[in-house]
C-alpha cells in the first residue's frame, strides 16, 4: 500500500497563487501515474491534472493555462503549481497515485476567496 503525504493549501485570494506537493513512499512497483483530484462542496470529486512517468500531462479544461502540474521520479513527488485562482477552484484537493492499484491522500483544502 502507498502512502501519500500532501502539503499545501491554503486560504488565498482571487488572483493569487498556492502550490500543492504530495510525497509517495511504500511503493513496491514503481508509480506510473500521479496526479491532482478534487472535490467542492455538494459536487463529485473531479479530476484536476495527471502527469505519467514519462512527463505526459493531462489537464482539466477548467485549470488549463493556470495549473502546472510536475513530479520528481527519484522523489516519488508530485507538485501542483496554481496560478490565477478563482473561488471555483475552492475544493479539497486529493493527491492520487496509481502503481499496482490507486492509492489516495487524505486530502488539503483549498479556499480562494473573492
Known amino acids: 500500500q502507498v502512502q501519500l503525504a500532501e502539503s499545501g493549501g491554503g486560504l488565498v485570494q482571487a488572483g493569487g497563487s498556492l502550490a500543492l506537493s504530495c510525497a509517495a513512499s511504500?511503493?513496491?512497483?514503481?508509480?506510473?501515474?500521479m496526479g491532482w483530484y478534487r472535490q467542492a462542496p455538494g459536487k463529485q470529486r473531479e479530476l484536476v491534472a495527471l502527469?505519467?512517468?514519462?512527463?505526459?500531462?493531462n489537464y482539466a479544461d477548467s485549470v488549463k493555462g493556470r495549473f502546472t502540474i510536475s513530479r520528481d521520479n527519484a522523489k516519488n513527488t508530485v507538485y501542483l503549481q496554481m496560478n490565477n485562482l478563482k473561488p471555483e477552484d475552492t475544493a479539497v484537493y486529493y493527491c492520487?497515485?496509481?502503481?499496482?492499484?490507486?492509492?489516495w491522500g487524505q486530502g488539503t483544502q483549498v479556499t480562494v476567496s473573492s
Open positions: 492520487a497515485t496509481q502503481s499496482s492499484t490507486w492509492s
Open positions: 511504500g511503493s513496491r512497483f514503481g508509480i506510473n501515474v
Open positions: 502527469i505519467f512517468r514519462s512527463g505526459n500531462t
